[in-house]
């Protein structure tokens, strides 16, 4: 199989595991928006910011050490899966001595159940890298579908049948994982790669060593979505965060198809680095990237206000203009994950803590400007500038350390960034009626079929 056709097959694959938790939560939305309070619903969304944080921190990064060095050929995928294991554990156990330590200071609302989210999260995350990186890539989508088809039944029944609130909300969603987990771990017999023997500090150290600078990358996301949200916090509110949170799930159905993508690509990505046409093999799929991000973009903003207007409560509609906003945030943020994916394959995670850092500490700065003087425009409005700083970082990067030259294609770029822009311009001056909504479907049309017919021309010279 040739290794565009290997890349979108295994893409296809994950989709099926990964896009039905991401489709489950967007299908979702409605049911939280009309049952929980927005402060209930902004809390639930702070909550999984927080542990998303948390997660590389607490286990340094191991599932993305065990994921990089499985691939490697030279590599024991026991001695890897074993060290990192026993990474995760002494993580999870110091982070339980510290959260209880921090309820007898401090009471947390929810405490057991977001530490119980935390564990599975982590272990499931551990595991999983690991099953992807054997090449059990049907196993991993299975473990999708299994915690989707879990977390929206008992959704349902604990939100609307046993009215349990956010309780019921980090049930369903604990024992969703807590499922999963058991079945990746039966489904691949992962005890069997699983040997004390062949843990060593020396090994540890070596996992550690990779996966400790790709900590910032975690840092940055959180600057990006947790810090944004307690700037939200002090220069709007409580209800600004519920507001914003749904604003931002329409965009993040761009973020989710990229994530499917970059399962696989991360996969090809380091199998294709050293190949003698790898340059070539890039930048195809850089453009491509960009392509299916343009075309997605233009069809969340040609249904953004209808979506508003009749998926969602009257009191959200006035945030539906943060939508192209955030949906050009996530193009540049995916973007920056390309990049981050070279340094990956690479084994260059230290630059990767370099850029973020740095752009971590630009957002700050444009999220407390902007944020006092425009509320949630600002924020919005600064995570575009933050990413749109990382992607030239990075390019920078790229080019000076010579890890990988990207040839991009400006003539093409420039003719349907236009066309995108002129697009968004038009649904923020114009209202609600059939003839704008014909306008906005020539638009994506145009955008669809004049990236289409680039990909197309250009696929053949990279096979």
Not at 145 to 152: E, K, Q
Not at 179 to 189: C, G, N, P, Q, R
Not at 260 to 288: C, G, K, L, P, R
Request: hydrophobic share 55%.
């Amino acid at each position: 199989m040739g290794r565009v056709k290997r890349l979108f097959g295994n893409s296809l694959i994950f989709a099926v595991g990964t896009l039905g938790s991401k489709l489950v939560t967007f299908l979702l939305l409605p049911l939280y928006t009309h049952i929980l309070t927005k402060q209930d619903y902004g809390f639930a969304d702070l909550s999984w910011t927080v542990i998303s944080i948390l997660m590389p921190i607490v286990a340094m990064s191991a599932f993305d050490a065990v994921f990089r060095f499985t691939m490697d050929k030279t590599e024991d995928p026991a001695e890897v899966l074993s060290n990192g294991t026993v990474i995760t554990a002494v993580g999870l156990i110091i982070s339980l001595v510290v959260l209880a330590i921090i309820m007898l200071v401090w009471p947390v609302d929810y405490g057991f159940l977001l530490f119980w989210q935390l564990v599975m999260t982590i272990v499931l995350a551990l595991f999983q890298e690991f099953v992807r990186a054997i090449g059990h890539v049907k196993r991993f989508a299975m473990t999708g579908i299994i915690s989707s088809l879990l977390t929206a039944s008992l959704m349902i029944l604990f939100l609307t049948s046993f009215h349990l609130g956010l309780t019921g909300y980090f049930l369903a969603l604990n024992i969703a994982q807590t499922v999963a987990f058991i079945y990746v771990l039966i489904a691949s017999k992962l005890w069997t790669y699983l040997s004390f023997a062949k843990v060593s500090k020396q090994y540890m150290k070596k996992l550690i060593g990779y996966g400790a600078p790709l900590i910032p990358n975690a840092i940055s996301w959180w600057v990006s979505s947790s810090a944004s949200r307690w700037v939200i916090l002090l220069f709007v509110g409580l209800t600004g965060n519920g507001l914003y949170a749904v604003a931002n799930k329409i965009p993040s159905i761009v973020s989710m198809g990229y994530g499917v993508f970059n399962q696989a690509w991360q996969m090809s990505a380091i199998e294709e680095y050293e190949s003698a046409d790898a340059h070539a093999f890039y930048t195809y799929i850089f453009h491509f990237i960009v392509m299916v991000h343009f075309v997605m973009i233009s069809v969340v903003v040609a249904l953004v206000k209808p979506m508003f207007l009749f998926a969602f409560p009257i009191s959200y509609y006035g945030v539906w203009g943060l939508v192209p906003i955030m949906a050009l945030t996530v193009l540049l943020s995916n973007v920056a994950a390309f990049q981050g994916t070279i340094f990956i394959a690479a084994k260059k995670t230290k630059d990767i803590l370099t850029t973020t850092v740095s752009s971590g500490i630009v957002n700050v700065v444009f999220l407390l400007i902007l944020g006092k003087f425009f509320g949630l425009y600002g924020v919005a409005i600064s995570g575009a500038i933050t990413y749109l700083y990382l992607v030239v970082v990075r390019a920078g990067y790229l080019e000076r350390k010579n890890l990988m030259h990207i040839q991009i294609d400006y003539k093409w770029l420039l003719p349907i960034t236009i066309a995108l822009l002129m697009q968004i311009f038009i649904s923020y001056v114009t209202g609600n009626t059939i003839p704008v909504y014909v306008v906005q479907g020539m638009f994506v049309l145009l955008i669809t079929l004049y990236g289409l017919a680039y990909i197309y021309k250009k696929r053949p010279r990279v096979g």
